[in-house]
């Protein structure tokens, strides 16, 4: 079990290592430069003295593998820098944005997980076959549905049809409404689609043949012995999908108008804060090492076939 920890880890601390320098080289690939877009605006009135200096104050001139190792250094100390626009620390930015994102996140997945689970085992306990094949359809619709269309659609017919969820000054939660129902809606279709196809997989197997024989109806097979073994693999597929959680953060929170991460990404790009776009890619790929760290040590929890497997790894 020891093995099997460090080598996750050790793969977790190369996927850190590998996003934060892929991301160093694209954005030093990035044509412009954030400093001189700021302080060589005319109406700033700077001297192209004063502009050289403020620009040696952020390490501009120094050599790119300097700046490398000078950036992941104090990334590994928990500094991230300064802002060039805002002119603050990076980590005060983060710390600014970082909650509501974390809101948005954490509930649009836990409502994308709820609309999974229905649709999957909806599709498996119908005896029509035609409400089966509707059921197994949705996820394709879903997935295709583009997040920015769905947003303002969901605007248009609940805030300013309907008039149910209000869109000038609501309130903390009810900001909250519809851009979770716009993140959740893509992020529910793989799961629903792995979820299915795994209860069509268990539902063959051995054991539910045993217990069809014994008596036991659908319904009763399917939440004590399906369920259980149809979840587990979608636990990989949920980890992997926290990649289009931080996707879609950046689309929703820029249609409702959401401060978030997604919000700050974005400014980051128009303004090509270099320093902001380098924490937030760390801290994405952070937050997915540490999830599907937590998913594959789980593993062997929740199915104790496992224990024995990575027990014996050398």
């Known amino acids: 079990m020891s093995a099997y920890l460090l080598n996750r880890v050790g793969q977790a601390l190369f996927v850190l290592w590998a996003a934060f320098t892929i991301s160093f080289v694209l954005l030093q690939a990035m044509p412009g430069d954030a400093i001189l877009i700021k302080f060589q605006n005319p109406d700033l009135g700077l001297t192209a003295q004063q502009v050289a200096e403020i620009r040696a104050s952020y390490a501009g001139d120094s050599p790119v593998l300097v700046q490398y190792v ?16 805002a002119g603050v620390p990076v980590s005060s930015l983060l710390a600014a944005h970082l909650p509501a994102t974390l809101k948005l996140a954490t509930l649009g997945f836990l409502l994308a997980s709820v609309l999974a689970i229905l649709i999957a085992f909806l599709s498996s306990l119908t005896p029509f076959t035609w409400l089966r094949g509707a059921l197994q359809s949705v996820p394709s619709l879903f997935i295709s549905i583009p997040t920015f269309w769905l947003g303002i659609m969901l605007i248009q017919i609940f805030s300013f049809r309907l008039k149910l969820v209000p869109v000038i000054n609501p309130g903390p939660w009810q900001e909250l409404i519809l ?14 689609q792995v979820l299915v196809r795994n209860i069509d997989e268990v539902m063959t197997r051995p054991f539910v043949g045993v217990a ?90 929740l199915d104790p076939r496992l224990r024995t497997k990575v027990g014996a790894a050398p």
């Open 70 to 85: 000078q950036t992941i250094g104090k990334f590994l100390t928990g500094s991230f820098g300064y802002s060039v626009q």
């Open 179 to 192: 851009p979770v129902f716009t993140l959740a809606v893509p992020i529910s279709a793989p799961l629903a």
């Open 212 to 301: 069809r024989a014994k008596g036991a109806n659908r319904q009763w097979i399917l939440w004590r012995h399906v369920a259980k073994n149809a979840l587990l693999p979608t636990l990989t597929i949920a980890g992997v999908l926290f990649g289009e959680l931080i996707a879609g953060a950046v689309v929703t929170e820029t249609v409702f108008g959401l401060n978030g991460i997604g919000r700050l990404t974005e400014r980051a790009v128009g303004s090509q804060d270099a320093a902001v776009l380098q924490a937030i890619v760390v801290l994405s790929a952070l937050a997915f090492v540490i999830i599907n760290l937590v998913v594959d040590l789980l593993y062997p929890v």
